[in-house]
Structures are given as C-alpha cells and as structure tokens.
C-alpha cells in the first residue's frame, strides 16, 4: 500500500511520530462511534434471535393463525411473501437484464442513454410509499378495473354501472321468477333446480360491484414490487457486463459474430455472477419492502392460501397459485401485530418469531449476494 | 457466416486460395445475411423495449400522482393546503341554538371531518423534522464510520465491517420499526422520565424515537458513500502529500477530505432524501399523531406516514383520496428534486477529480 510504505518513509526521514495530540483524540472518536454502530447492529439481530428463537418451531411456521391471531403460526405469511417475490423476479428480472444490456452494449453515449440512465436514477430515489400510490393508481385502478370492464363486462364508473344494472336487472328478475315457478311446482326436482337457481342467482346476474382483476392482488403486489427493484437489477447487471474485458468482446466479433451472438454467448455467461448478485439484492429488497404493497393486496388475515382448485394435470391434480388473490406477508404479519392487534402486548413473541423468519430470510440473501460479489470481484 | 475468411496456408501472406479480392469485396458488400439481419433487428427492438420500461415507468409514476394530486387542488382553494378556516359555533342557551360565533383559522390534518381540513403543515412538519433529526444523527455518525473504512481501517477490519454495513442497509424496514416499538421506544420514555424530563418527553413514541429508527437505515448508507467517496479520491495525491513530508492525519484532513468533500455532502444530502421518504420506521415509531407541537419529543405523523395509514380508509374520490395523492405528488417532486442536487454535486466532484 502506497500510504503505508510512504508513510514509513517519511517517518524514517524526519523522525517524527504521526498524529497531534487533537488527532489522535478525533481517531479515537470515530473509532468509537464506528464501534456504537456496529454494536447497535449486534444489539438489534442479538434481541431478535434471543427473543424470537424460543417461537420457532415447525408447527409456527407450517400452521395458519388461530385463536385471534393469539395461537397458532405464520404459514399462509411465509406462503404470500415466498410467491410474492417469485414473481416478482420473474417480471424483473428479465426486464432489467435485456434493458441493462440495451444500455451497456447497445447505446453508444448520446442523449437517449442519458435519458435511460437518468430515469433509473430517478427511480431509484423515489420513496417506496410512492409506488405504493403508484401500485393502487395504475395496477389496480386503471389496468385492473379496465381489464375487468373489457374481460368481464364489469362496470368501471356511476355511469356504466347504471346501464348495467338496466341489463342485468331484467336478467335477475327472469330466473328469480323462474325458481319461484319451479318451487310451486310439486315435484323434488323442481324444488332442488329453483334452490339452484337461488343459490346462484349471483353467477346469472353478478352485481356491478363484482371485481376479478381490479382489486388488491398478489400479481399487482409483484408488479409494483417489480419496478421497485428494477434500478437494483439493472445497475448490478450494467457493472458486471462492463467487467466484461473489451478485448473479449472484440475476439468474438473477430470471428465473425454478430452484435447478439456476442452478447448472448459470450459476455451475458461472463457476467452470470455479477447479474446473479443483482437477482439476489433484489429479492432480499422486495421480501424487506412493506410500503409498496400496503394498498395493492395484502391483507391481515387469509388463512386460506391463494390458491386455484386442484388443476388436473392427467396424472395428478395440484393447486396452483392463484396471482389474483389477497395473500398475508411476513412484514404486513408484524405491522398490523405490533401496531393494530387487540392485544399486541400479549402477543410480543409471535411478532419476535415473525420477525426473526423475516430477518434470517433477508440475511441469507443478503449475505449470499455479499460472498458471491467478494468472490466474483476478485 | 458470410464474413469467415479461411485462415492462411503457409504460403507467405499471400491471400488464401479461393479468395480473390473481388470476392471478399462482394462479401463486405452483401453483409449479413437477410435472416441474421432481421434477427439482429428484432432483437435489437424487444432490448430497447425492455431497456425504456424503466423510462416509461417513471414517466407513469410522475404522471399519475400529478393527475390524481391536480384533482386535490381542485376541489379545495389552494391556501386550504396549509391553513383552514372554520366558523366557531357556541351554544346560546337564551336563543337554544348554535350560534356562529365568529371564524378561526386552524393548521391542522382533519380530511376525515366535515369539511375535510387539508392543512399538510403538520405532515410536513413531521416529515421535515424527522428528516432533519435523523441528518444530524446519520451524518456524524455515518461520516465518522465512512473516515473510518477508507482512512483508518486495515484491510482486515475493513473486510469485516463493509459487509456488516451492508447487512444493516438489508434488514427491512419493518423490523426496524418493530425493534422501535418493542424494544427502544418504552425504555427510553422511562429513562427520559427518570431523569426528570417529564415534562418535555410527553410522549412514549415521538420525533426523536423516530429519528433514531430512521438513523439505524440511514448510516450506513451515507457511511458506504462517504467511504466510495474518500476513496475515489486519486492515490497520487495521498501520496504527494505524504512525500512532502505531511503526516498521516494532516493528508486525510486538508487533502483528501477536501477532495472528497463534495462527494460527502452529496452522500448526507442523499440521506436526508432517503429520511423524507422512509415510510415503515415512522409510521410504527414516530408517535403516528398529525400535530404540529414545536418539541422534538412529541409525537408526530410524517407525510409518508399519513399516505400510508390512511389510504385504505379514504373513499375512493373523495376529497381525503386525493389529497394523499396530493401529499405523494409533493413527496415525489421533493425526493427528485434532491437527487437532481446530489446529481449535479457528484458530476461537479467527478470533473474536479478528474484534473
């Protein structure tokens, strides 16, 4: 190290010792408060594993809630924050991967690059909350609410909803005369068809506030999540494909490549770790990220999975996912624990449990990405 | 393939068998081929739609919150932002009816009365203090622990204690919060008590609580941009200034701490912008009280906050509804606003360095 040996050498020149005396008590300020730090982050993990270690165990984290939220775990949690930033990665990942190599490989300088660059900048600064605002704004209320209106025929405003009442009033009217028809009718056939038609007399005519895709889902969650962690994936991707040398570059277009070939066969598999790191950053940001999908889906208590029914898939049947369901998430579990339960006093360990599941699942990730980037820079 | 040239015989630099000069030239001319080109194209196209989503993306954003936010401004008068005027009503007991006992001007965030009362001086209020709170506690400390990683530390410690940092920025805002809550914020209330500060610590979670929360985040960040900071600062001039016979203490100080100053302040500048928006830590710590009390240790609800506890009460339209966007409208142009200042100090610093 240039300072050191320098450092030596002047000493060994002049004679003289480093530091004034007002030097060495400032040193020794910033060491100490250096040290507060880090000894806070010891104190916060410290009191969280001491806490919320007693909690785990496999019935907390393989059972819904019960009693109140006062017995019971924190599966159907664990499930919607897992699956939530599944999908997540799954819209971000591919968009902020080609779009960082549109940006290194593609533009050369010039104002569009400027622009591109500026706008993940910008996106990057703006406060978590506001995608939250952005998430209900434009996923839910405009996609959603127009998706329903187009797929579904689901009214979208006073007006809309007028006409379709007009449609469906006559439509509701006709099959509850019709069972009422059928129930006079002295025959146990007849009774069983008009108790049908009763019983869903909702899927005949479905009231005009009836929603599919416009309301809080797990898939808007993922999708405003997803531009949350853009910035991350794609300035993590653009410094391991710069790390790419040149000269690796130019001997692949030597041979005759193409810009593509170049790009797909031999820098994308150069920067696998760099881009691996990204993709584990920012699925360590998005399970930590409660503000944004405050408002698009998540929800305090759903013990039932977001699931579909069973799916046959002519072997076997299996549930899938169901991406336009209320899901629970590990960090709503916590906030509306701590702060909005009847008891929250009462239920201090639970929230610690939560809490410590959380923390080891952002840890591992994070510590993941710290040793994969350390290895991958040298 | 159309560009492959057949490597040379050896027969001295002279061009291989079956390539003339007109040939490659015709090769040059045709280029790729049809199928590699419109390939190439497509490809080109689906990137560049991937590469602008991010654009479009923060074009949305900025879009949205304005539309909904403009809606705010116009269903109330502009001033009702930041003061609201009601009538005083008193009860006659000779006339037995209310009786409008002239008008008053109150500062306050009510949107859930009749009228709504807008006034956002409270969140700002909230949202600035804690702001500033948590800059003056994350700038000591995190411009100390930054001079430390890049001025003092061995490489050893500085490979344990960067990670650490790391990990701290990753622990999600949530359990910050909850630590707070849980573990900080009574203690403290008891101990500001037992000192006999009752009457200035009025309450358990307040500003202060908050800040400190914020600060837990917020250190580490400007820690590990104070350390990029210094350390980009060029080894050339450590080094002349060491070989001019400077001590060790004098080159951090009056060389490399004035190179790098510019970059110190864009990194507390961020971080104050990084406080503003922070959401989760406030709104489980900070007292979550829409009040405009001149005392650090009361509570307060910051504009984060009040967006985030309130937006799924508020009506869909109603005047509380926009006026949220209205407060995120405000809170996106800010937080842009601070980082087009930190942009323009960290292009400045980059030319200076590069002399």
């Known amino acids: 190290m240039t300072q050191r040996s320098l ?49 785990i165990s496999w019935e907390f984290l393989s059972q819904a809630p019960s009693e109140g939220m006062t017995e019971g775990g924190i599966f159907p949690a664990l499930f919607g924050t897992v699956f939530l930033v599944v999908f997540m990665i799954a819209m971000a990942l591919p968009i902020g991967v080609f779009g960082a190599v549109y940006m290194t490989e593609y533009t050369r300088g010039g104002i569009f690059a400027r622009v591109l660059r500026a706008a993940v900048n910008n996106l990057a600064g703006v406060p978590s909350i506001v995608f939250g605002l952005f998430g209900l704004g434009f996923f839910v209320l405009f996609v959603g609410r127009n998706m329903d209106y187009y797929v579904y025929d689901i009214p979208r405003n006073a007006e ?53 895709f416009g309301k809080g889902a797990m898939f808007w969650a993922a999708a405003t999540l997803a531009i949350l962690v853009l910035p991350v994936i794609i300035v993590s991707t653009e410094e391991a494909l710069r790390a790419v040398p040149a000269s690796t570059r130019e001997a692949a277009y030597g041979l005759g490549a193409t810009k593509w070939q170049v790009t797909s066969t031999v820098v994308l598999p150069q920067a696998r770790a760099g881009i691996l790191t990204g993709a584990i950053l920012a ?20 013990p039932d999975l977001p699931l579909t029914e069973p799916i046959n898939f002519g072997l076997f049947e299996l549930p899938v996912v169901n991406p336009f369901k209320e899901f629970m998430h590990l960090n709503y579990h916590i906030y509306t624990m701590a702060t909005q339960h009847h008891d929250p006093e009462g239920t201090r360990a639970i929230q610690f449990g939560t809490t410590l599941v959380l923390v080891a699942m952002t840890f591992l990730m994070n510590l993941g990405a710290i040793m994969l980037r350390r290895r991958y820079s040298r | 393939m159309s560009l492959r040239i057949p490597p040379a015989a050896g027969n001295g630099g002279a061009p291989p068998p079956g390539l003339n000069a007109t040939r490659l030239r015709e090769r040059l001319r045709r280029g790729v081929s049809p199928f590699r080109r419109f390939r190439e194209k497509t490809v080109e196209g689906m990137l560049l739609v991937c590469g602008v989503i991010s654009t479009v993306a923060i074009v949305l954003i900025f879009f949205f919150l304005f539309k909904e936010g403009i809606k705010a401004a116009s269903m109330v008068e502009l001033d009702e932002f930041l003061y609201s005027t009601v009538s005083v009503l008193e009860y006659d007991i000779e006339l037995d009816e209310m009786v409008n006992k002239g008008e008053k001007t109150d500062i306050v965030w009510q949107p859930a009365s009749d009228p709504p009362r807008v006034s956002i001086v409270p969140l700002l209020w909230g949202s600035f203090g804690i702001a500033f709170l948590t800059a003056i506690i994350s ?34 805002t949530v359990v910050i919060g909850f630590f707070m809550l849980a573990v900080i914020a009574l203690p403290l209330y008891r101990f500001a008590v037992s000192i006999g500060l009752e009457k200035i610590y009025i309450d358990t979670y307040n500003m202060f609580v908050g800040s400190v929360g914020v600060s837990i985040v917020i250190i ?33 100080w009056r060389v490399v701490l004035p190179a790098g100053i510019s970059g110190v302040f864009a990194a507390i500048i961020l971080g104050f912008g990084r406080a503003i928006g922070e959401t989760m830590i406030v709104l489980m710590c900070a007292g979550n009280a829409p009040q405009l009390v001149a005392n650090p240790f009361a509570a307060v609800r910051t504009m984060t906050a009040s967006i985030a506890a309130e937006m799924g009460t508020a009506g869909q339209g109603t005047i509380w509804y926009q006026s949220l966007f209205f407060v995120g409208a405000l809170l996106v142009t800010l937080t842009f606003v601070l980082n087009l200042i930190v942009e323009l100090i960290v292009n400045r610093y980059r030319k200076k360095i590069r002399l």
Not at chain 1, 189 to 211: D, L, N
Not at chain 1, 290 to 301: D, H, K
Not at chain 2, 139 to 166: N, W
């Open chain 1, 283 to 302: 699925l360590a940001r998005g399970a930590g990220e409660l503000a944004p999908i405050l408002f698009v889906g998540v929800t305090f208590y759903a």
């Open chain 1, 7 to 55: 450092s030596n050498a002047r000493k060994a020149v002049t004679g003289k010792t480093s530091a004034p005396m007002w030097a060495v008590v400032f040193e020794s300020i910033i060491r100490g408060i250096t040290g507060v730090v880090l000894l806070m982050l010891i104190y916060i993990l410290g009191t969280i594993v001491w806490k919320g270690g007693p909690q």
């Open chain 2, 139 to 172: 700038t000591l400390a995190g411009v100390a622990a930054g001079t430390y990683l890049s001025e003092m530390a061995t490489k050893r410690t500085r490979d344990i204690v960067k990670p650490m940092l790391e990990l701290l920025v990753g622990i999600p």
């Open chain 1, 160 to 212: 809309e909803a007028a006409a379709y009442s007009a449609r469906m009033e006559p439509l509701r009217a006709a099959a509850l005369i019709e069972a009422e028809s059928l129930a006079t009718e002295r025959s146990l056939e007849g009774s069983e068809r008009a108790q049908f038609i009763t019983a869903h007399v909702e899927q005949i005519a479905p009231p005009a506030s009836r929603k599919v």
């Open chain 2, 220 to 252: 580490p960040v400007i820690a590990s941009l104070v350390d990029d900071a210094l350390r980009s600062v060029p080894d050339d001039l450590r080094a002349a200034s060491l070989s001019l016979g400077a001590t060790r203490w004098q080159t951090s």
